[in-house]
């Protein structure tokens, strides 16, 4: 099996920071992309930033300038650290994850975690 297991969320005032982690662990082969996404009550998940796993990263243009994705591939793990937090950045915080394992190597499925809420407020 493949578990994500996110931490790092929690309250925090506005311009704050907070640092999200997400560790992939099980019956791994092999990591593709990784990326967080969040959903604030009664809106869609969106993509927040996805990083390669040669560590080209993408960002949605709401939180370019303000959030950073990273990621160690020998600990399976990515990262997100935000800066200048807003309370639109209120949501729930998902990680997801594109994995191969050893059983089916050239297949990719993608995986989710269980979500970290961040709550932006004063």
Known sequence: QVQLVESGGGLVQPG????????????????????WYRQ???KERELVARISSGGSANYADS??????????NA????YLQMDSLKPDDTAVYYCGAHISKFDNRRAYYLYWGQGTQVTVSS
């Open 63 to 72: 939180v370019k300038g303000r959030f950073t994705i990273s990621r160690d």
């Open 75 to 78: 600990k399976n793990t990515v």
């Open 40 to 42: 604030a009550p009664g």
């Open 16 to 35: 704050g920071s907070l640092r999200l982690s997400c560790i992939a662990s099980g019956s791994i082969f092999s990591i593709n992309d990784m990326g």
